[in-house]
């Protein structure tokens, strides 16, 4: 192994000692559900980013390349000021959904460069402009939009024009668990010199204001005279839980303090402030720099500390650097009696070049030899999106609910038992770094995001990705009826139950290896699909129903509320989740089976549900319209009203082409070695052979290889040809979500209601789900790798023999294992450099040049015509499916 790979290797545990620092500061903690007190559960509105300099936090941190301890205690960041800003900046700002004319929407640029899964290395770059930065400007230039116009970026103001901005390099290197060099280096880009302040900072959480806890942690500059060396200044961090921190910082910073407490004066009034606050509240910093103030605290010591360099001219073309080391005791949880490691063990220039050689040889070996630099370029910035976007979340809903007692009741609206957000939700009690969808934009877990993330995440730290889908399983976590946790705006929404397809996935990247991870994912999945079978399945017909299942727009209304003419909706793509969801535990089961009889009958359970499931998608019986429309020869989703009425709804959309996930091949010795599984099925074909399509065979080259399949050969033909249409679904670099036949629109009229939607390629026109992502066209990476693999695995079973056109119509036919790689591989070129250099996936509002294209942007969502990214502009979650793509060109072969 190498380093990096040993260090992995040793570091199974979430809290192994490698793991206790990292990038687990959120980019955004304001505007969460977490910090809402209010009625309405406006959230946006509660803790606006325009008090985020001025109130204390509840329940995390933000800043900009922060890092901090695996309990968030402490927080070391970046604040930066350019002279012409009317505050500092020490958080990334963005749009609000009612702000935004296409939902919430980060206004700054900002790239990870960098990351190593134990954050031995890791690099992150934010690009500031030396003009006043245009807040107002951005607010009212795009509250002047609608949601048929581009959004107003912040190369519209003209602040960025000519290269006017610094590129700010912030590079993490551990000497140790505990020992970490922080280099900021910041390069003006510009035609002229322009001034810069850094101003680093180092703060504990606020854990003394609420009531629970009254010890109160103190940083104060250090040392008597000739205990440090010279040319160096020494903050000293004392917390009852992490014992004494120190940080180091070479030549000469200025040194300010204060306390991490809410500025209740300037927010609310003399009148409002308590008693015991502090007179130096946590915005003192941003008022000395800023407004030159005389606002620290002059006994040197607080909460809250800044290290204040000061450049008064750097030149075009020039960088300035600042270095600090952060040392800490061994382990944050159990404090040690020994003091910590001087920081003068190892040169900050040794660890710095040791740590960027140990990442480049782990990714050496992740990344396929043979990779194209372009390729290894994107896979490398994907891994290093994943690791930045750990979170350390921490949410207790039953005391969030409650209130703290040093605070004011929260209002009783908020605890309502049914209008009040995720009252249902009271053992929720979560306290971990969590992988998120997007550092801004979702700061906060998905749970279906969260599976897809864990693919790639396996490729380079599988035991991080069993950790995170295990969590979501977890009885702080899981509800007591089994429905996992959707996202913290409302826990009880329905994502689409993927985490088995994500298990198999991780299991089969791991090398097939960890059977402990796979039986405690089975069985926390025993717990959730009764839930789905007794809440989703309303008549107990097999054909189920979950409201949006994450892909907002998708229909002709609102799948998540109340339905026009009233009745159900039946859906064609819950009930392929379903399926997808039998096969994965039944092929898990089989593999636990090898071993432990027992699962021996679990596979045989989940074999009868999906029996059952693949017949309801051939005929929904005689009281309903079947999913299946055999005129179009396509599935739809079916309105059926109180009196039994039903409506298909006769759009082609990604609903209709899920059912394809439901396939499976039964390995060649389950016949011989599970005997209750090949027993029942023998009997099902005897007693059932008309429903034999279900379950395809196909011989090849003297191996009897068995599909299990929800569709017919027919519907697996039609479905394909759709697939591949370049009129329908397949784009250049993708598949879109819904048909490009339906540019003209469509209209459907159920009951005294009109419905319509057309083939939308970009940006959401309308505010379904707050306008702020559309699944009316574009590409989204979870649903096409959940397409892609399905094809691929037809392609070694019952479709190991077709060859089918691609694209249809061309008249060039492959086989589907080849179409699933081109398929994947065009998911790929949204990343690929054109002649210009410029990246199809590169947003509309990002610039062209040697300073722009050689990073790439990691989008929520793809143009379905031409690729440019859409929706969260850092969505490295599940857009980093991309690096699994390129490591696995020919996907995983254990199926």
Not at 177 to 187: K, R, S
């Amino acid at each position: 192994m190498n380093a990096e790979q040993q260090r992995v290797a040793e570091s199974d545990d979430p809290r192994a000692p490698w793991r206790l620092w990292g990038p687990y500061v959120s980019a955004r903690q304001w505007g969460t559900v977490r910090e809402d007190y209010s009625a309405d559960g406006n959230a946006w509105a509660h803790l606006p980013f325009e008090h985020s300099h001025q109130r204390a936090y509840r329940w995390g941190e933000d800043g900009l390349a922060g890092l901090c301890d695996i309990d968030g205690f402490l927080n070391l960041g970046l604040a930066l000021w350019n002279g012409r800003d009317d505050r500092l900046k020490e958080r990334l700002f963005g749009l609000t959904n009612p702000q935004g004319n296409h939902g919430e929407d980060a206004k700054e640029h900002w790239w990870a460069i960098e990351g190593t899964p134990t954050h031995s290395y890791a690099q992150w770059l934010y690009r500031y402009p030396q003009a006043a930065f245009p807040y107002q400007d951005l607010i009212d230039g795009n509250a002047a939009r609608g949601y048929d116009d581009d959004e107003y970026e912040l190369f519209d103001t003209g602040v960025l024009q000519e290269n006017r901005f610094f590129d700010v390099v912030v590079t993490h290197a551990k000497a140790a668990p505990t020992d970490i060099v922080m280099e900021v280096t910041a390069t003006n880009h510009g035609p002229e010199a322009a001034p810069l302040h850094l101003v680093p900072q180092l703060w504990f959480r606020n854990t003394w204001s609420w009531g629970l806890d009254d010890r109160r942690p103190a940083i104060v500059l250090a040392g008597e005279e000739g205990e440090y060396a010279e040319g160096q200044v020494v903050l000293e961090a004392h917390h009852h839980e992490l014992g004494q921190v120190r940080l180091t910082a070479d030549g000469a910073p200025r040194v300010l303090f204060c306390d991490n407490e809410t500025n209740y004066a300037d927010l609310y009034g003399e009148d409002a402030v308590p008693a015991s606050h502090t007179g130096y509240p946590k915005d003192a910093i941003d008022r000395a720099v800023v407004h030159g103030e005389d606002a620290g605290n002059p006994g040197q010591t607080g909460t809250k500390a800044a290290l204040w360099w000061q450049f008064d001219e750097v030149g075009p073309g020039d960088s300035v650097t600042v270095r600090l080391r952060l040392t800490a005791q061994q382990s944050p949880a159990t404090p040690q009696v020994h003091e910590p490691q001087p920081p003068t063990l190892k040169p900050a220039d040794e660890v710095l070049q040791t740590r960027r050689r140990e990442a480049d040889e782990f990714y050496a070996e992740v990344i396929p030899e043979g990779t194209s630099a372009d390729d290894r370029h994107t896979a490398r910035r994907a891994f290093a999106g994943l690791q930045w976007g750990k979170q350390l979340y921490l949410y207790d809903v039953t005391r969030w609910l409650a209130g703290d007692p040093a605070q004011p009741p929260p209002p009783p609206q908020r605890a309502d038992r049914h209008a009040g957000r995720n009252v249902h939700w009271q053992h929720v009690n979560l306290a971990e770094v969590i992988s998120m969808p997007d550092e801004w934009e979702y700061p906060w877990f998905a749970t279906w995001d969260l599976a897809f993330h864990t693919v790639p995440l396996a490729h380079v730290d599988p035991a991080f990705a069993k950790f995170q889908l295990l969590l979501m399983c977890r009885e702080w976590a899981m509800h007591p009826n089994g429905q996992l946790p959707a996202y913290e705006w409302n826990f009880s929404d329905v994502n689409p139950p993927v985490h088995p397809w994500a298990a198999w996935q991780v299991y089969s990247i791991d090398g097939n290896r960890d059977r402990d991870f796979l039986q405690r994912i089975v069985l926390k999945m025993l717990l959730n699909f009764p839930w789905w079978v007794n809440r989703k399945d309303a008549d107990g017909s097999n054909v189920f129903e979950g409201g949006f299942l994450g892909m907002d727009n998708v229909g002709l209304f609102d799948r998540s509320e109340e339905l026009p003419g009233g009745g159900r909706l039946e859906q064609a793509d819950a009930t392929a989740w379903m399926g997808m969801f039998c096969l994965r535990m039944l092929r898990m089961s089989v593999e636990l089976a090898r071993e432990d009889p027992a699962w021996d009958e679990v596979a045989t359970k989940f074999l009868v549900h999906f029996l059952a499931i693949a017949e309801t998608m051939e005929d929904a019986g005689a009281d309903h319209t079947s999913l299946w429309d055999p005129e179009m020869r396509f599935f739809q989703d079916v309105l059926v009203e109180d009196d039994g009425t039903a409506h298909r709804m006769p759009v082609r959309s990604m609903v209709g082409l899920l059912p394809l996930t439901g396939v499976s091949i039964l390995p060649n010795w389950v016949a011989q070695e599970l005997p209750d599984l090949t027993d029942f099925l023998r009997g099902w074909i005897e007693r059932r052979p008309e429903l034999q399509d279900a379950l395809l065979h196909t011989n090849f080259h003297g191996f009897s290889v068995r599909t299990l399949s929800m569709l017919s050969q027919e519907q697996l033909a039609s479905l394909v040809g759709y697939l591949l249409d370049e009129d329908e679904f397949l784009a250049p670099h993708g598949i879109r979500s819904l048909s490009a036949a339906h540019r003209e629109g469509l209209t459907v009229r159920i009951s005294d209601d009109e419905l319509g939607l057309r083939y939308e390629p970009a940006e959401s026109r309308s505010g379904m789900f707050g306008g702020n992502s559309n699944w009316r066209g574009p590409i989204w990476f979870p649903v096409n790798a959940m397409l892609t693999d399905a094809v691929r695995i037809y392609g070694r079973g019952a479709g190991i023999d077709m060859r089918v056109e691609f694209p249809t119509g061309s008249g060039h036919r492959m086989s589907l294992t080849q179409i699933a790689t081109e398929l994947e591989q065009r998911l790929v070129s949204l990343f690929r450099p054109g002649p210009d250099g410029r990246r199809p996936s590169t947003p509309i509002h990002h610039p062209s040049g040697p300073l722009w294209d050689v990073h790439p942007t990691f989008s929520e969502y793809f143009n379905g015509d031409n690729g440019t990214g859409l929706g969260a502009s850092h969505q490295t979650g599940w857009t980093a499916m991309v690096a699994h793509y390129i490591c696995a060109p020919e996907g995983i072969t254990n199926r």
